[in-house]
């Protein structure tokens, strides 16, 4: 009994000793950290993508059962189609200025909200709140007050002499407005996460740097242009991917919205892809639309983190 207890101690000993030996090798632990991630990422990205692909090449509908290589014949015929065009002009519209606008009113607000004032707290979670509430209810409440005929923005401003008694704006209705309205609600939905991307890296800023430019006569936008933009240069770039991305294959605002209309005013890329891929049924041309998008975030992406990787090492 006791040589049987002794090499059962001597069994778990040496398990224990060999799970210490792979838990202190640095490569081992590494892959073992990584690999669920990198399964994620194959699983919900990697085998998504693969398949979009193949679709790409292929004649596949909703209801067929038969795989037909059909080559780049899908790429070619939605190059050529009106429609396609049209969305991604919509598509490159819709994500700039968004951008554009988001990235200057997120820098404003981070200058503003760095600040120490009374009631510091409670305006950062008041700007906080677009982005932590559903989005899909946020935006069913912008298509109530973007109502052709209920708007209560239209009411308002009608009653406060803005607008003329027989001047009701159809937000939705005209293609003009009906792309600034998408325009500003992604803004408003958006607007939150940049400006907490960019508070952080104002806050990361060392007080020191400031003070010696205050001492050396430095004015606000000699700092601004000279110290605060380059060293948050990186982080800028970080927010305004992450914007680019999100905006390139949003649909939600576009679906509750306006589904695309008034005549493909505001059709974009995921949009289209949708509705010919899920609602037409044709996945082929769907996947095809779908992957455009692929090759443009990829380059975009690669740009803005070579420009990062620069003004880190400067």
Request: a neutral charge; glycine letters at 8%; proline letters at 5%.
């Amino acid at each position: 009994m006791a040589t049987g207890g002794r090499r059962a101690g001597e069994a778990a000993l040496g398990g224990n000793s060999r799970l210490s030996l792979l838990v202190d090798n640095e490569k081992i632990l590494g892959f073992l950290m990584i690999a669920p991630a990198v399964a994620y990422v194959l699983a919900l990205v990697g085998y998504p993508l693969v398949l979009a692909f193949i679709y790409s090449l292929s004649d596949m509908t909703v209801g067929s059962t038969h795989f037909n290589f059909v080559g780049l014949k899908n790429i070619k015929y939605i190059i050529q189609d009106p429609e396609f065009q049209t969305a991604v002009k919509n598509t490159l519209l819709f994500t700039f200025v968004s951008q554009l606008i988001v990235i200057v009113l997120a820098k404003i607000l981070a200058l503003l909200l760095v600040k120490d004032f009374k009631g510091k707290f409670f305006v950062r979670a008041l700007i906080l709140m677009p982005y932590v509430a559903p989005i899909s209810l946020g935006v069913i409440g912008w298509l109530w007050m973007l109502d052709s005929i209920y708007s209560p923005i239209n009411w308002l401003l009608q009653h406060t002499g803005l607008f003329g008694p027989d001047f009701w704006p159809m937000w939705l209705g005209k293609p003009d407005l009906a792309m600034t309205s998408i325009i500003t609600v992604h803004v408003w939905r958006m607007l939150p996460l940049a400006t907490v991307i960019i508070l952080a890296g104002l806050c990361s800023i060392p007080q020191d740097i400031q003070d010696a430019a205050l001492v050396d006569g430095a004015g606000y936008f000699r700092q601004l242009f000279q110290i605060t933009i380059p060293m948050m240069l990186p982080i800028i770039m970080v927010a305004v991917l992450f914007g680019i991305v999100f905006t390139a294959t949003d649909i939600i605002i576009i679906l509750v919205l306006t589904r695309g209309g008034p005549y493909d005013s505001t059709q974009v890329l995921v949009s289209q892809a949708f509705y010919t891929g899920i609602d037409a049924g044709d996945l082929a041309q769907g996947a095809a639309i779908a992957l455009f998008l692929f090759p443009l975030l990829l380059a975009v992406a690669i740009f803005m983190l070579r420009i990062a990787r620069r003004a880190e090492v400067a």
